[in-house]
């Protein structure tokens, strides 16, 4: 037996006990004639004694162990002298009679701290060393009791988590697939799935009545930021129901999580609900973080045509957001706002600020065009107060606009620290536009997927507006990041098809993807819908993470490379005839 | 509201109450002025019913109905003049107010119930209608359950369920992998996983204690008749553990899932236990099935040499069975387990019987070679009583004949009805060689995988006389089916570095391949040991199901194939460009 207790449950009640540890070695420390070993598992650590004066070949023989040894260790659990209460059990201390090497570490690449002086290239390399480190392993300990605390609650409303195929067909529609030879199948290839979207359909048209699953799915996009090519979803689907039936569940699984999991109450009332429209005028973001104000004020009234200055004149929209307490900004800090919105991430032409002085003036970047009477209007327009910086930006289309603002309101509430990594806000963004019109492809594609359901009262719509057609669709947005989003799919074969046409596929090419759904539908599919959280994300914001990485065990890099495992990797030439695939030369880049 | 109670829930006291019911039409029944409906949804079936004296129109409305309509209806919860005793709802029925139709359905291809019309092809083509089918969804909502109560009694001992990922490397050792091309790393594949083995190692290595996963697995094996190319584990692993420990976690598990999800009491004795050689010795199997004796005895003293027959004389191996009572069978049933031995799926040259008569006597087939005396020996040898009938295979390789022996042995316990669905005969088999030497491949092969210890007493002899060598390896078997197996890994770099030099492989292929973790051992990797369960056998032997695929929602077929999404299919040029692949023209077979 290696053990007959872990390193983090030993107490004051266990003195005199003669106890056996194994783990690993954290810290060693000699102290006049004692050495002392922190010694680490899973569970906690655990302080190790070894004295010279009472056993000198034993003491002798534990200040030869490195940091990271694997040992183990029996001796007696005894009061300490001077207690520790960092840790639990920092009452106690292991005088050793016993020391038995299991397994000799080189010296790690990098510490095993907290505060680890690994950069984010090694630490990936060294994943296994990584997850020793109590901050990352937290994280896949808090991933564990969140997936279990899903499965327990959807489990007593009857849910049955189903597992879908990985290897499955392609549907060019969405984002690009990953897909897998089939040598038994010689020319075919499998597809790897980027949601079990239709399949869980199918479970409904098989009766299933509720399902849900935690799975993975995968996207061959390039990578951007934060994200990864394997990703998990848990993913649900109900019959029988409506927009309320989905929503008052998923709200339900939501406050138990974090009550659970989090030990954060998000009281009774419900949600806020926002239709989409509402939250890209008052947030230019679908899913707008509400954890502060710093609404958006639409100006145009106030500046357009009310000075000289064409920039306003021109425009389509004109907003703006009042930071509180700002109007000191320097010179300098106004134009790191200004850079910042015309960056390429934000895209914007330019900023304009306004300062509200200590007596109640204005002092504005556009001045020169604008009465002071015009801009005491601005100021009272925007609610702002003495020592408010007002920042305005314009342009020809005003969603777009919309959503430069939302970078620089973003950006003032990281600055004014109103994005509190330990307050949530959690709302429904409802109502979507079923499509959106894609100026590349030259056609409507679907704003969530094609098997959203329009509203009832807009499918006369669909052929003369279809621009103009909502979605009953609803995305679960907390703090200012998507964390689930989900429709009433549609269950009437010929729905589907006049919903294919409008996104540009012939009778045929609908057939010929989605028959098997199409299909299906003409055997009695039930009304149904669901929704899909993003677990990796979802887990992140419970964590406090910036990025979704460190709640995943073995994640890939921004080039979906496990650097780690060294994949993906070449492979042999016999591997490929197998598949009748040959590799064509590939330009060095 | 689709509806304020499900198909399955109403009884005697619900009588008076308004309710709405949504379903599928089961069954619709004309009688005199009536009209019943079977309404059903997952949970159960509901009697509606249409009275033609009270409300004509909706009577019309309900007989123009068809099977697998989609409706709901309202109306009042009413006491049934003949209860139906054979349904939970049975005393119940619903006087219907309103009617709507929700979804038509074409008929069916086949019938909707237990014993349906529909055959295997047809019923996988429309798996969503399949799944309709009680016993089908009774499989899919003991999966459920079954994997529940692994995650929670898992959960309880403190396991954390880790996510690896699906997207690793190529690992030649093993069977065939799945490969993915990577577009963002042109020329280089994923491989889908055959087991989260290596991955799981690194896991100990992180200090994650204990792990589990319920994780799809794939393999690219030409399917025999009971594998699909994508399965689900039960994967788990344990630090600081030897093989005793792991043997009592994982009976612990077993009991408690048989008590829990199967009703069933395995009793608080531990699993018997088999080493492998006595396994074959005595049953021919490394899985035998333990719910009836027939075991082999072996009869070399007794008929080699003791005789004419130079079959017996010439071989290395010579066992029989003694089937109780079927000393009566035919000449023709006679012939029917010889051509069964002789068939290719078992391969023997032939098969000896040899009855014991009424008075005592022996009667054989090969009465000429051997005196009354050897043929009295062979009675006493085998403990025949009168009536039993003696079944005889030979060979000049030992555990290939006794395979055979084996196969005879299942199809006796078949005949003469041993082999009880409702029994279970847990043990665990133990002691597994640690090579087998493969003919083909000219080198030994890892029996389990090449991460298994070797038992340490054995170690010495791994470069003197490897096949001798005995591994730390264990499966548990019920019902003559491989549940699970695993093995003590190595955690020793040198060690494992012997191993890979055993199995052929160079310093150099040894670290191209599995060098991320070898070097992972040098940091500190505790000892370690795991366990992969079959989570689609093991239900299946819970549902008491002849295939694994009817405790699947939607399986392959034989070649791999799924016949309802038509996976795996033909992709667009374009798609292979971006992957730089080009197809090879394809032989028609």
């Not at 109450?265 to 429209?277: E, I, K, Q, V």
């Not at 002085?357 to 100021?379: A, C, H, I, M, T």
């Not at 509190?420 to 109502?431: E, H, P, R, S």
Request: charge should be negative; include cysteine; charged fraction near 30%.
């Amino acid at each position: 037996m290696y053990r007959t207790h872990n390193c983090g449950e030993l107490r004051i009640s266990n003195v005199g006990q003669s106890v056996t540890l194994s783990g690993w070695v954290q810290r060693l420390r000699r102290m006049g004639g004692m050495t002392f070993v922190d010694l680490r598992d899973r569970y906690g650590i655990t302080q190790l004694v070894f004295n010279e004066e009472m056993n000198a070949e034993l003491c002798n023989q534990a200040n030869k162990i490195g940091r990271e040894f694997v040992i183990q260790a029996t001796g007696n659990v005894s009061e300490r002298y001077s207690k520790n209460d960092k840790i639990p059990t920092g009452d106690i201390e292991i005088i050793v009679e016993t020391l038995n090497i299991l397994n000799p570490s080189d010296v790690p690449p990098f510490t095993i701290e907290d505060n680890t002086d690994g950069g984010d290239d090694l630490r990936m390399k060294y994943r296994y060393l990584d997850l020793r480190r109590n901050n990352v392993r937290a994280n896949i300990e808090l991933r564990h009791k969140f997936c279990l605390a899903v499965r327990r609650y959807l489990d007593s409303l009857d849910f049955l988590e189903i597992e879908t195929p990985v290897l499955v067909g392609s549907t060019p529609e969405g984002a690009r697939d990953f897909i897998v030879p089939s040598r038994m199948n010689p020319g075919r290839f499998y597809a790897l799935p980027q949601s079990p979207q239709t399949l869980k359909q199918l479970l409904m048209v098989a009766g299933m009545d509720r399902y849900f699953q935690i799975v993975k799915c995968f996207r061959d996009e390039d990578l951007r930021a934060d994200r990864q090519p394997e990703f998990t979803q848990i993913d649900c689907e109900m019959s029988y129901v409506e927009q309320d039936d989905i929503i008052n569940t998923f709200e339900g699984l939501t406050k138990y999580l974090f009550k659970e999991v989090r030990n954060h109450d998000l009281g009774d009332a419900p949600f806020l609900r926002l239709s989409w429209h509402e939250a890209m005028r008052r947030f230019g973001s679908d899913k707008p973080d509400m954890r502060f104000g710093m609404e958006f004020v639409e100006l145009m009234e106030t500046l357009k045509g009310t000075g000289d200055f064409t920039v306003f004149n021109d425009a389509v929209y004109i907003g703006g957001i009042c930071a509180e307490g700002c109007a000191e900004y320097t010179r300098k800090q106004i134009d790191e706002l200004t850079n910042f919105v015309k960056s390429q991430q934000v895209g914007a032409k330019g900023l304009v600020y306004a300062r509200v002085q200590e007596d109640g003036s204005v002092k504005s970047s556009v001045d020169k065009f604008y009465s002071p009477e015009v801009l005491n209007r601005l100021k009272e327009t925007m609610g702002a107060k003495k020592g408010d910086l007002i920042l305005i930006l314009s342009g020809d289309d005003a969603n777009k606009t919309r959503r430069q603002l939302c970078e620089l309101r973003l950006l003032m509430g990281d600055r004014l620290g109103l994005r509190d990594k330990n307050k949530f806000a959690l709302l429904w963004v409802v109502d979507f536009p079923m499509f959106e019109y894609s100026e590349e492809e030259n056609r409507f594609m679907a704003m969530h997927h094609p098997f959203t359901s329009p509203k009832p009262s807009d499918i006369e719509k669909l052929e003369t507006s279809p621009a103009e057609v909502l979605a009953d669709a609803y995305d679960m947005v907390c703090n200012g990041v998507e964390v689930g989003g989900g429709s009433i799919r549609i269950h009437d074969a010929e729905l589907q098809a006049k919903i294919f046409k409008v996104l540009g596929f012939t009778p045929e090419k609908a057939q010929e993807q989605f028959g098997f759904l199409m299909n299906a539908f003409k055997y009695g599919a039930p009304p149904h819908g669901g929704l899909a959280y993003g677990l990796d994300r979802f887990v992140s914001l419970f964590a406090g993470l910036d990025s979704i990485r460190d709640c995943i065990a073995f994640p890939k890099n921004n080039s979906g490379r496990d650097v780690m495992l060294d994949a993906p990797s070449f492979v042999d030439q016999k591997q490929l005839d197998e598949l009748h695939l040959n590799l064509l030369p590939i330009e060095q880049k």
